[in-house]
């Protein structure tokens, strides 16, 4: 039995298969998932678990390159959510739209579903690697 880490079985197997420029989410709670990609449903009541969990929980196990969130958190505390918790670059498009921030989720390899009630608390991240 494990110890530390990530105890969810899902999640940990999922995050164990990402390889160099795989893409996945990590989202508030009303972040519609297309058809067909994975979610690993993480949330229990609104709030719990925070986006910010679920970040600080992730940020030491993962080599990412980069990340991008809706211009709509722009200078807002899901911004800050992950600028203080990854030094990487972060790009803004429109949360809707053919070029937007859920069109982008199209081809992610999962979804990680918080219970996090802020609007627009959602991140891509692209995996990078660790050498």
């Keep these: ?3 530390h880490g990530i105890l969810n079985a899902q999640l940990a197997a999922d995050l164990a298969g990402l390889r160099h420029k795989d893409r ?5 709670c009303g972040l519609p998932d297309p058809p067909g ?3 690993v449903d993480l949330a ?3 709030g719990v678990p925070r986006f910010e969990d679920v970040l600080d929980a992730l940020k030491d196990d993962l080599t ?7 211009c709509e958190v722009e200078g807002h505390a899901p911004e800050r959510w992950v600028r203080d918790r ?3 670059p972060v790009s803004f498009v429109p949360h809707d739209g ?4 859920k069109a982008a989720v199209e081809g992610v390899k999962f979804i990680v579903r ?9 991140v891509i991240f692209q995996c990078g690697v660790p050498f």
Excluded: Q, W, Y
């Design 1 to 3: 039995m494990l110890t």
């Design 24 to 28: 996945f989410v990590i989202s508030d």
């Design 37 to 39: 990609i994975e979610v």
């Design 44 to 46: 229990l009541v609104f």
């Design 64 to 70: 990412l390159e980069s990340a991008l969130m809706a």
């Design 86 to 88: 990854f030094d990487l």
């Design 98 to 101: 053919p070029h937007g921030f």
């Design 114 to 122: 918080t219970g996090e009630t802020t609007s627009f608390a959602n």
